[in-house]
């Protein structure tokens, strides 16, 4: 049987989203690649890179050009019994790198049972039947939206943000603040399901409006952002200062003039990210990512519903009878990386302050591993593990071994690592950083 280790040339996906040119670090990781033909253009933009067996984008064979999903299916070995069993026989998970420029639409993904539901009646907007949690690390600053806000911050916004009150109505208004006031932190099942609710019932009256509401409104809060600055929106809530909030508006509104998405945003948690930070949004989640460099790992599936800050097709009843509703401050959104106990880092590797970072969300798809080489020498050795595993170079270079077969790494070379292999990165440069997803 042949080394499990393959080196995957990866496709880029160029939609209008993504940074531009040489800006895109997707579009850049994928032209390291030496047998890819893809080269980069100035002006166009590069959104995704695709690491996986997904049929929209699969990653190929450096060497064959064959399909990471036919090998994986010819030799069983590769993926383990017990895998291909469990998840079929394709990775579990599509591992990607996101070049953020402008905002994505506000979305959120279906779980296993309604993602079936949506592919059996609408196969062209939901090409597949599987649900999407997924998990999002910064590998450049970042800002986005996950989740909804602590209920007392809404209702501050509803108090303070004119527009955004009229634009509701102010009985749907009144509603929710009567309805959570003096429950807003409640811990009980009874009062959560009833704030739930009203905020379901707010945020529907919101994305149900009319596009000549929506355009009439956002008028006014865009010269609200632009005259209050720090008093804006009543000086901002406790997550967010007035002037902070301006800015997002007016950024916003440069790129989706008019758009509910500008109103969302009161709802919804803005969340910064520094390197190494991350984030993780169960299925039926809302979320929308606004700027910056990410790896993203999710199950495979390419489902999406949409409303708002897109073109593309919006499924609006969907996405408001769909979310949780679960809200919460962002310090509860981010996750916290603990060591990853099953690999051994070499005296060089340990004197440099050299780690390997877990990043271990709460399903069963999958995990990933950072781990940063911090010296020429530092080597990290990875245990044998049950499943498959994909890795992806993000700066520096160094060399990766499974048995007797060992590839010159660089910043954008892509690996797939069967099941039951052990694996070993070593650096030859000052900081060699790498995430494998499994």
Known sequence: MQVPLIQLQCGVNSYDWGKVGQDSAAAKYATATESNQFSIESEKPYAE??????PSLPSKDVETQRSLLDLVQDNKALMSTQISDKFGEKLPFLFKVLSIRKALSIQA?????????????????????NHKPEMTIAITPFDGFCGFRPLKEISHFLSTV????????????????ESVKGRETSSSAEDTQRNKKALQSAFSALMT????????????????AEKDGEKFAGGGGPSNGGKELADLVVRLNSQFAGDVGLFVLFFLNYVKLEVGEAMFLKADDIHAYLSGDIIECMASSDNVVRAGFTPK????PTLTSMLTYSYAPISEQKMKPVDYPYV?????????????????PPIEEFSVVKTQLNSKEAKATFEAIEGPSVIICTSGSGTISVGPKTKPVKAGHVFFVGATAECVLESDSDSFMTFKAF
């Not at 890179?49 to 997904?54: A, E, N, P, Q």
């Not at 409006?209 to 609200?224: F, H, N």
């Not at 097709?313 to 609006?316: M, P």
């Not at 051994?344 to 271990?360: E, G, Q």
């Open 313 to 316: 097709f919006q499924d609006i």
């Open 109 to 129: 993904h279906p779980n296993k049972k309604l993602a079936g539901e949506l592919h059996a009646k609408d196969p062209e907007h939901y090409p597949d039947d």
């Open 209 to 224: 409006k009319d596009q000549s509401a929506i355009a009439t409104s956002a008028k006014e809060l865009v010269a609200s």
């Open 344 to 360: 051994t880092l070499n005296r060089t590797a340990y004197s440099s302050s050299s780690s390997a970072i877990l990043y271990d």
């Open 162 to 177: 004119p527009s955004l009150r009229t634009l509701i109505g102010d009985e749907a208004a009144k509603e929710f603040e």
């Open 49 to 54: 890179l695709w690491m996986g067996t997904h």
